[in-house]
């Protein structure tokens, strides 16, 4: 299988057929073994897209490619479905996550 090349100012790495803001090489192992996985139901199916959080808004979720798609999306591509903010992901550690549900739903 050949890859497409990747240039060094890309800032988004494919993982699973989605874009998430921080290349694979980029993350620590930490970060790749800790970050928070999506509970969300998607195709009937456990979503485990990683989790981000808005830093304008504060509201969380997985980011899908098309709106609807898992039932805990927060992002469509890199906007924020609930204030529309652009490129303000930020990714979810598992121990944060609890953190960052109960802010969010305080906001709500």
């Known amino acids: 299988m050949i890859l497409p090349e990747i240039f060094p100012n890309n ?3 494919h993982r699973g057929g989605s874009l998430n803001q921080k290349r694979h090489v980029e993350m620590t192992e930490e970060e790749k073994t800790h ?11 456990p979503c485990k897209n990683p989790v981000f959080r808005c830093e304008k808004c504060g509201n969380y979720g997985c980011a899908q ?8 999306q927060g992002f469509k591509n890199d906007k924020c479905l609930k204030c529309g903010a652009l490129e303000s992901r930020i990714p979810v550690m598992e121990e944060d996550l609890f953190k960052v549900m109960t802010q969010a739903d305080k906001e709500f």
């Open 65 to 72: 490619e098309v709106a609807d798609k898992c039932t805990n």
């Open 35 to 45: 970050i928070a996985k999506c509970e969300g139901i998607k195709n009937n199916h």
């Open 11 to 13: 800032k988004s790495w």
